[in-house]
């Protein structure tokens, strides 16, 4: 069926009704899309968009996939809830699969809805498992806008929101590119590690539970850590009994080039987080950690659940998700289009001064903006501006760090010509943001 309403009546009835609070922008404005397949999007007035951030990048398996499709019409057909106390076949089928795909021994799974969710359970789990109630993450990190989770989101989205429950601290982020103890050496030598310990130790009164972080920090800044980082992170959690949670959301399920992104350095965590594009474009999470932990916590009575918790809908398009990333080859595709984008990004980097640094892999890379290489000012107003311009010729990204960073995260069905052509138009931006026209 056409759609009936003009974009401007939708806008209308959106300043009348709508909350206008998002992500990235505190305004009623278009495009209002209605329409999505495989790595395009469409508004309400027929105009195309490469969508370079899968979404929220919740669809990087591809806009209505129609394994997914099929996957929700099949639950339609049987149970679409449960309830949250009994088992039903589907959680315990998708579990099964989680088992499959994860590193050895972590065999256990509870699922929820979101990205916040997920980790707010994953501390529940860490602080029944430890007795301890201390939290860590690093300064740009992202873990959600739930209350728990906000709480140790320290990359943004933080100020007015408090006052936050205690026992949660901010240690140093590894962000070589303007890192004040190494940038100017051959290597991460681990002294942000060193000293954020050294404080943690000084402020915690004893009751450390874990640290959660990212493997490589998406919404801070497209930030990749240093060799063998996450390796010093987890040793020294370690040798204060504290537990290493892995928030995968925006980085597991195949989108770096493996199946998870603490594989790069070869952790194993003990407990980490799925979310994101698990449900292929449906809201649903995970938690898996190992049969000891589980066991422990269980014992005392944790209940971390919601009302669709495991429900079987959710289920069955994460069951068809994991499908998808096997039977297609994902963690090769992840790899075949990320090295084909960041060749593009690198050509753009030498024709554009203002691109200071380029990084991240597989599907998830930004780059950030500078107003000198040498310097390394943050070109603040000509990424946003940037931004602005790619979205409207028809490419959505995700602007980052106050405008100095774009993030890009296209689906795993982007083709070459596609990834031309978003490259053609971050081109053009770039040129119009540099020369002021």
């Known amino acids: 069926m056409a759609n009936q309403w003009t974009e401007e009546e939708l806008l209308d009835l959106a300043r009348k009704y709508s909350f206008r609070s998002r992500m990235d922008r505190n305004a009623i404005s278009g495009p209002v899309l209605v329409w999505g397949r495989g790595s395009v999007v469409r508004d309400v007035n027929g105009k195309e968009y490469l969508d370079f951030n899968s979404g929220q990048m919740c669809a990087a398996l591809g806009h209505n996939h129609p394994r997914i499709v099929q996957a929700l019409q099949e639950s339609c057909e049987s149970l679409i809830h449960s309830h949250m106390s009994l088992f039903n076949d589907k959680e315990i089928i998708l579990a099964s699969r989680m088992a499959e795909i994860a590193p050895p021994g972590m065999n256990r ?4 809805t979101s990205g916040s969710d997920s980790n707010e359970a994953a501390m529940a789990i860490a602080k029944r498992y430890t007795g301890g109630y201390e939290i860590a993450s690093p300064v740009v990190s992202f873990h959600g806008q739930s209350e728990a989770a906000r709480a140790v989101t320290f990359s943004g989205w933080r100020q007015g929101y408090g006052p936050y ?20 050496k051959p290597g ?8 954020s310990f050294e404080l943690l130790d000084a402020q915690s009164d004893g009751q450390m539970a874990a640290v959660i972080t990212e493997p490589l920090f998406s919404a801070g800044g497209v930030i990749d850590l240093p060799e ?21 959301a925006q980085t597991g399920l195949a989108k770096l080039g493996s199946m998870w992104g603490f594989e790069h350095e070869g952790v194993v965590p003990d407990i980490f987080t799925v979310s994101k594009h698990l449900g292929g474009g449906i809201a649903v999470s995970a938690v898996v950690t190992t049969d000891e932990i589980e066991e422990k916590v269980s014992q005392t009575g944790l209940v971390v659940a919601h009302s669709h918790s495991n429900d079987p809908l959710t289920s069955n398009a994460a069951i068809a998700s994991i499908d998808i ?7 090769d595709v992840s790899t075949r289009i990320g090295e084909y984008w ?3 990004l690198n050509d753009l980097a030498e024709r554009h001064q203002l691109i200071g640094d380029v990084r991240g892999r597989g599907l998830l890379q930004g780059i950030e903006f500078v107003e000198d290489r040498e310097t390394r000012t943050p070109a603040y107003q000509q990424g946003q501006e940037i931004g602005r311009r790619c979205l409207e010729d028809g490419l959505i990204v995700s602007v980052r760090r106050s405008g100095s960073v774009i993030r890009f995260v296209p689906p795993f069905t982007t083709t070459e010509d596609q990834m031309d052509l978003a490259a053609d138009i971050l081109d053009h931006a770039i040129s119009s943001a540099s020369s002021g026209t």
């Not at 799974?109 to 929820?112: D, I, K, Q, V, W």
């Not at 991460?188 to 000293?195: G, I, M, N, P, Q």
């Not at 063998?228 to 995968?248: A, N, P, T, V, Y």
Request: proline share 5%; glycine share 6%.
């Open 188 to 195: 991460c030598d681990y002294t942000c590690l060193d000293t």
């Open 325 to 331: 990333i096997l039977e297609e080859n994902l963690v």
């Open 228 to 248: 063998g980082w996450l390796r010093e992170l987890k040793l020294r959690c370690e040798q204060r009994g504290m537990l290493l949670i892995l928030d995968e």
């Open 342 to 344: 960041k060749g593009h």
């Open 109 to 112: 799974s509870m699922f929820l």
């Open 165 to 184: 429950a205690p026992g949660n601290y901010p240690i140093i982020a590894p962000y070589r590119y303007r890192c004040s103890f190494c940038q100017n």
